[in-house]
């Protein structure tokens, strides 16, 4: 179900005109607008870097091999999924590769500023995009399957998110995420992308059961790569006032491919059972109760 975010009631009809309180939702940039005035606010990530990100992700090693983890995941654990609402979907990036790897699902995503929207309605333009807050989502027992992949370490309030995430799935459905892993890696990075924290394994796993959830998987990856990760961290600590937050994505193919190749290696070890201990990031699949 859809609800009203002006009275909180079920929308009777398609769209977002609300019959019982006459709320309309806005437009902003051609996108539904559910909350306009946070789209202002830039607090989750600076919107002048969508361009750049847009235009590095699908070369960079990173992002490519998070998408198959991420796909895989849907794969294993949420293979029959009709619905996704993907919270946070930045430039569509990880969409992209959903709505390639699962064609006949129909595909919500959402951001709270519009400029990540304009890319990501470009690269899955049969996918429905909207501009809400993550802490206030109109949805309830909606979805099969919920994503948000390095999105709530961006926002204070994110034992709320995790509720609201909960409220959007159908009993039964499937919440993934992948977060920041390790406090000890905070560094100048974690600032200039916005984040307010690391997460520990356990901290992620009491917020997820909080909220409602049981977890399903949780494993650690980038695991191979963390001592590079910490000595990055490390030297451009003392180099705050040129930090550039993109710096990390910008590397020489050789390395790239020998990083993707790398990042592919554990996957294959996840494939196979392992919960990795230790690494960069965090996956996470949770069920909702059914």
């Not at 859809?2 to 437009?27: D, E, I, K, N, T």
């Not at 109109?138 to 709320?160: K, M, N, Q, Y």
């Not at 020489?252 to 290696?265: F, K, P, Q, T």
């Amino acid at each position: 179900m859809r609800l009203c975010p002006g009275c909180g009631g079920v929308l009777a009809a398609a769209g977002w005109h609300c019959s019982s309180c006459g709320y309309q939702a806005a437009q902003r940039d051609g996108f539904v607008a559910l909350a306009p005035a946070l789209a202002d606010q830039a607090e989750g990530f600076d919107p002048a870097l969508f361009a750049e990100l847009a235009a590095l992700e699908s070369r960079n090693f990173w992002f490519r091999a998070r998408n198959r983890l991420i796909v895989w995941a849907l794969q294993r654990y949420a293979p029959g999924f009709g619905s996704l609402l993907e919270v946070g979907c930045g430039t569509g990036y990880v969409l992209q590769g959903i709505a390639a790897a699962f064609p006949q699902a129909r595909l919500v995503a959402s951001e709270a500023e519009t400029e990540g929207l304009r890319f990501a309605s470009q690269r899955i333009p049969g996918a429905e995009f909207l501009q809400l807050d993550a802490r206030q989502m109109p949805f309830d027992r909606e979805f099969d399957a919920v994503g948000a992949f390095d999105v709530i370490e961006h926002i204070g309030e994110d034992e709320t998110v995790l509720v609201q995430m909960r409220r959007a799935l159908r009993p039964g459905g499937h919440l993934l995420l992948t977060v920041p892993q390790h406090p000890f890696l905070w560094s100048e990075y974690d600032l200039r992308a916005h984040h307010v924290r690391r997460y520990t394994a356990g901290e992620l796993q009491q917020k997820l059961g909080r909220a409602g959830f049981s977890v399903v998987k949780m494993t650690s990856f980038v695991s191979v790569l963390l001592p590079l990760m910490m000595l990055s961290r490390m030297t451009r600590r003392a180099a705050a006032a040129d930090y550039d937050p993109l710096a990390e994505l910008r590397i020489g193919r050789v390395a790239n491919a020998l990083l993707e190749r790398a990042l592919d290696a554990e996957r294959l070890l996840i494939r196979a059972g392992l919960s990795l201990p230790c690494g960069g990031s965090l996956l996470a699949v949770a069920r909702a109760p059914a």
